[in-house]
């Protein structure tokens, strides 16, 4: 999505504003296995690359991992509860791969599914509807030993644990994402080199797009197959809210770039069933596509789903070499000598003025308004925004207390961006707030916050911020106009 005529944040809705939000909208919050759950080698679970990426040295801050996280393994009906008394009405979790079919092949480990049966339980007993997500990261080391994502097999083996997880967890579990972010695991994992794996081939990032394009076709066919006529799947897209620096051509060209890479490289194959002409053009240096798509491909890519779930942060701020001085990269995905942006790497990224958060993000709530709006024109499909939320530097106050108003006004004006699209037409169906609480912040470790719930990570005890409360009462009431709790 790029926009060339962007609100500025002056524009932003106001303060004030009620909001509307439809009967039934799924009020939610969002985390990932690896990063809350701990328990890295109990129940016969084997390691992600996570696990191998985390354990090396230089690649996490601080050496940290998740070997323990915040628990939630072991605590589950603590934090389900803690999400009843907030009043969720939905969350969003991952299913751990390497905890459901240890090593990536082979039968299900029933020890590993029956975490999740009962943390589907607890969430159905205390009226909460749970969402799964079938990959956020945590691909099995020994695919990764056998190639990863850019050898082809992985998505076959990713539909078979598919498959294994549905038939699982079916009776339960009625919402499916296929995967969360594949942008972020082709382009940081293999491109970059920020997020595992780790490594830095700009060809094989391009063969691990496909082949986690590939993967999603072949497990919503797997889904089909295996759950009821009334189950909804969707997959949940980082789409990057690109804007050019200038409307000077070569700034609309270095969008145009991005928005290719960054975008249309999921949603042609998957809504079109296709892969646009300029991408391949712009690419055709780097992987042979027409070895890498095969026939067939395309079809079990498209096949149909019944949402889109959009991961919001930040818009994108992108121009030429030309009208920038030493190619800056501010472009919010880590620091690192290789670019993530595969046949764009003369794209210059800037940092879009006014408000940060603690990840030096920007704050800008009309790229999701402007976002959600594109897509129901594009593509039609109910949307739901899967992942948003905000890191700042939280204080614990004398009392125990951690009062976070920018946390809260970052939310508040995000579900207006959320109740603005409505207003324009856009099938909004929920919001899933990043995150329940604090947890392993990936290659930052333990460094960024982005819970409404603050986690001791000496004694794992959690305590609701002041987000938490405003964001409760946000759902008691379905409205935006209440302010934020004072300390």
Request: some cysteine; proline content about 7%.
């Amino acid at each position: 999505m790029t926009v060339t005529d962007p609100h500025t944040p002056a524009d932003l809705a106001a303060e004030d504003r009620a909001g509307a939000f439809p009967p039934g909208f799924a009020w939610g919050a969002a985390t990932a296995a690896y990063q809350i759950e701990g328990a890295a080698a109990e129940d016969g679970r084997t390691p992600s690359i996570w696990d191998t990426f985390s354990h090396t040295p230089g690649k996490v801050a601080n050496g940290d991992t998740g070997d323990t996280a915040v628990d939630h393994y072991h605590r589950f009906r603590e934090d389900v509860r803690m999400m009843a008394d907030l009043g969720l009405t939905a969350y969003r979790f991952s299913l751990s791969w390497p905890r459901i079919q240890p090593t990536g092949r082979g039968p299900a480990v029933e020890r590993g599914l029956d975490f999740y049966r009962a943390l589907a339980d607890e969430l159905l007993a205390h009226g909460i509807t749970p969402v799964a997500t079938l990959y956020h990261w945590d691909l099995p080391q020994e695919l990764e030993d056998a190639g990863g994502w850019p050898n082809r097999e992985t998505a076959y083996r990713f539909a078979e644990y598919a498959g294994l997880a549905a038939e699982a967890l079916g009776d339960r579990i009625g919402i499916w994402t296929t995967l969360n972010e594949p942008w972020c695991s082709a382009f940081l994992g293999y491109a970059s080199g920020v997020h595992a794996p780790g490594r830095t081939d700009p060809g094989d990032s391009l063969r691990a797009a496909h082949h986690l394009n590939l993967g999603h076709g072949l497990a919503v066919g797997a889904l089909r197959a295996a759950l009821p006529a009334s189950a909804r799947l969707a997959v949940s897209l980082n789409l990057h809210a690109v804007r050019p620096h200038s409307p000077h051509p070569g700034d609309l060209e270095a969008a145009r770039r991005i928005e290719a890479v960054g975008n249309r490289i999921w949603t042609s194959p998957m809504f079109k069933g296709r892969y646009d002409e300029d991408l391949l053009a712009d690419t055709a240096h780097l992987v042979d596509w027409d070895a890498l798509v095969q026939p067939g491909d395309l079809a079990e890519i498209s096949r149909p789903l019944d949402l889109l779930g959009l991961n919001y942060y930040n818009p994108t701020l992108v121009s030429s070499v030309e009208n920038a001085e030493n190619l800056p990269r501010h472009d919010g995905h880590g620091e690192s000598s290789f670019s993530p942006w595969p046949g764009a790497d003369d794209v210059a990224f800037h940092l879009a003025p006014g408000e940060v958060t603690a990840m030096n993000w920007p704050i800008d709530p009309t790229g999701l308004s402007d976002s959600l709006i594109a897509l129901h024109r594009e593509f039609g499909l109910p949307l739901m925004v899967t992942e948003n939320g905000a890191a700042f530097e939280d204080t614990v106050s004398a009392d125990g207390s951690v009062h976070d108003p920018e946390r809260a006004a970052y939310v508040k004006g995000h579900l207006g961006a959320v109740s603005d699209a409505i207003a324009a037409g856009a099938d909004v169906r929920g919001y899933f707030l990043w995150s329940l609480m604090d947890n392993f912040e990936w290659a930052y470790g333990y460094e960024k916050r982005f819970g409404i719930v603050h986690v001791d990570y000496d004694t794992l005890v959690r305590t609701p911020k002041t987000s938490a409360r405003w964001y409760s009462e946000a759902i008691r009431t379905g409205r935006l106009d209440h302010g934020i709790p004072s300390a």
